[in-house]
């Protein structure tokens, strides 16, 4: 069975041009695009940060570097300024992954780049996350059964001033 699942997103990106005579579409850097994973003319979901507005359109490439502007009906959903997110989906038996890139609110630029991870790779960063504290915890206690072997009348740590 197929199922819908994220394929790319574009998180926290500016609204800097909006064009209502314009016949549909958005525009969007080809450096964010390729750093999502969202092809040109893809279908594309833009979810508003800062208002209810969600709508369905497509991609095309060819902003200039930092803009990212709505065109047609998509135009009259937002304001210039209003954070977004654009999401693409892809339908496929079971989740291979997906990136989310970050945007700095300043430029509409690449902040972070996140990956999506399967469930498989999920549980093995979980468990690697799990191994990683219980080593830590392991030698938390290591060093603080060496610190009070170090003493030296049983009362002093060593290298601790305890003047009165």
Known sequence: ML???VNGKIHQL?????QPKYSGSCLICPELLAAAG??????????S???TARIATYVFPGAAEGEFTLNGGAALHFRLGDRVAVVAYRQEESFSG???????????????????NTAAEAFVT???????????????????ANHAALTQDGSELIGVDHKR
């Open 126 to 144: 979980r468990s690697k996350s799990k191994l990683r504290a219980a080593a830590q915890k392991v030698i938390r206690a290591e060093r603080t």
């Open 98 to 116: 997906a990136n989310c890139v970050i945007v700095d609110p300043l430029d509409n630029s690449i902040a972070e780049t996140l990956r999506y």
């Open 38 to 47: 969202i092809e040109p003319f893809e279908k594309v979901e833009i979810y």
């Open 49 to 51: 940060l800062t208002s």
């Open 3 to 5: 199922r819908t699942f």
């Open 14 to 18: 500016k609204v800097t041009g909006l």
